[in-house]
């Protein structure tokens, strides 16, 4: 009779463990579920215009092939080139289509799992002097379906889906930056070609100058340290010529190298002395740059993986219910085959596991928050470089009309200064000054035009320019 007690306050005791545990279970999941909130949206609020620059109302918005407008044949061909065989375009294809099969992949352990088997023995079995065979065959096809009940499987898509937009968005600002790249060691190559030849003109100059002083010294017109002087010009300008030549040759060297072009000779470039007028770009709004950039779009799509990534991490503090058909056949030789047919469900709640998991949604709660912040900083960047080209690209248009028309002033000056040199009117030393001031202005002209269509090269880049950004629209991106 004393037992009796016992045993029944023992039924009830475990009886309200398991409303206790189950109850427990869902309180941990209910606070991970809390405390896996989305992350803090990014602050995406840029001024309304730039400051200063001036812009072209009329230029098309469109900037895929921005090079174009330079107006130079050989630019684009350079460039084309660099897109279909350059090595980073041919690497980030390659990336690309490495992002492309993982997207395909991802979703697979959602689908049903289980592979067919089949199975032949052939056994001899003796007893004494008698052996008897026998042959089994067998087969097996045992699968297992995970049910979504709680939306995994959409969660994983979009997931796998912005991982590839990113890739995608990655691939695009490579190329773009491989053509900014290109067009900027052209231009480079196309100043050193214009120095190299007002080298070649200061050289010419300089020997004329050196006759001239020869021959006056023989007359008795002018002291002989006149022409030494001016000989020892003439051999620094002869060298100048030398250096140029040689910087030249490299950098048609790398071009030639990062257009894909390895073999071919330096000679097969032929390299203009004149870098043309930096276009205007069209004019735009900050808020362009969240369409336009790539690496803004690339951004964006890492913060919805990353989100994506949290909920999945969210999701997986919740039960499983697995769906598993199987069925089985066997065959003795001895004859009657059997056919086996099994249906069942099975359900699984992470209870031990859970803090792991509970660190894993933290973990990716965490780095969600970290992607919004890489947006934020990525698009800040984005206007910073958009608006220093801009504003830099104005001033190098503003200098190079002030410099052109002090180059023209400039050059008339040594031309008179010369003349008058030779008539006997002045002294070699302001001829000399005056040619010196002419070519500090000449070489500054040619610095800031380079540096013009530079300035517009990181112009076109910085606001989003090289790539089809209409094909990107922001429905196709998240497909």
Request: proline letters at 5%.
């Amino acid at each position: 009779m004393d037992s009796a007690p016992l045993i029944g306050g023992t039924k009830r005791r475990a009886s309200s463990r398991r409303p206790d545990a189950r109850f427990a279970v869902a309180l941990m999941a209910g606070l991970a579920l809390a405390g896996c909130a989305a992350p803090p949206k990014p602050d995406l609020r840029l001024p309304v215009a730039y400051e200063g620059p001036s812009a072209d109302a009329a230029a098309p918005a469109s900037l895929d092939r921005w090079w174009t407008r330079f107006g130079d044949p050989l630019l684009d061909q350079l460039v084309d080139e660099a897109l279909a065989t350059g090595l980073d375009a041919r690497d980030a294809a390659a990336r690309l289509a490495e992002a492309r099969a993982t997207k395909s992949g991802a979703l697979t352990s959602f689908l049903p799992q289980g592979d067919p088997s089949a199975s032949y023995l052939k056994q001899r079995t003796k007893t004494g002097g008698a052996a008897t065979d026998l042959r089994i065959t067998t087969g097996d096809f045992d699968v297992s379906w995970q049910v979504d009940l709680f939306g995994r499987l959409p969660t994983a898509s979009r997931t796998a889906k912005a991982d590839f937009a990113a890739a995608r968005f990655a691939y695009e600002g490579t190329r773009a930056s491989v053509a900014a790249e290109v067009a900027d060691s052209y231009f480079q190559a196309r100043g050193l070609a214009i120095q190299l030849q007002d080298a070649h003109e200061s050289a010419r100059v300089q020997k004329e100058l050196y006759d001239m002083t020869e021959r006056r010294a023989r007359a008795g017109l002018s002291a002989v340290a006149d022409a030494d002087r001016v000989a020892g010009d003439l051999s620094q300008s002869n060298a100048r010529v030398a250096s140029l030549e040689a910087q030249l040759q490299a950098q048609k060297r790398a071009l030639l190298i990062l257009v894909g072009r390895v073999v071919d000779p330096t000679a097969s470039i032929a390299i203009a002395a004149d870098v043309g007028v930096a276009p205007a770009p069209p004019a735009l709004v900050p808020g362009d740059l969240l369409a336009r950039r790539p690496d803004v779009r690339e951004a964006q799509a890492r913060l919805a993986a990353a989100s994506g990534r949290a909920n999945l991490a969210r999701l997986a503090l919740l039960p499983t219910v697995s769906f598993i058909p199987g069925l089985g056949y066997s065959r003795p030789s001895t004859g009657g085959a059997t056919t086996t047919t099994s249906l069942g469900l099975a359900l699984s709640q992470p209870l031990f596991d859970m803090p792991r998991l509970l660190s894993q949604a933290g973990v990716q709660k965490a780095q969600a928050a970290q992607a919004a912040i890489a947006y934020e900083r990525t698009l800040r960047q984005a206007f910073k470089d958009s608006e220093a080209a801009l504003v830099g690209l104005d001033a190098d248009r503003s200098q190079v009309a002030l410099l052109t028309d002090g180059e023209a002033r400039a050059a008339r000056a040594y031309r008179a200064a010369r003349a008058n040199y030779g008539r006997g009117l002045t002294d070699l030393q302001s001829t000399l000054s005056a040619e010196q001031a002419w070519r500090t202005t000449r070489t500054q002209l040619t610095s800031a035009q380079v540096q013009a269509v530079r300035r517009a090269v990181q112009a076109y880049q910085a606001l989003g320019g090289g790539w089809p950004v209409d094909r990107y629209s922001s429905v196709a991106s998240s497909k």
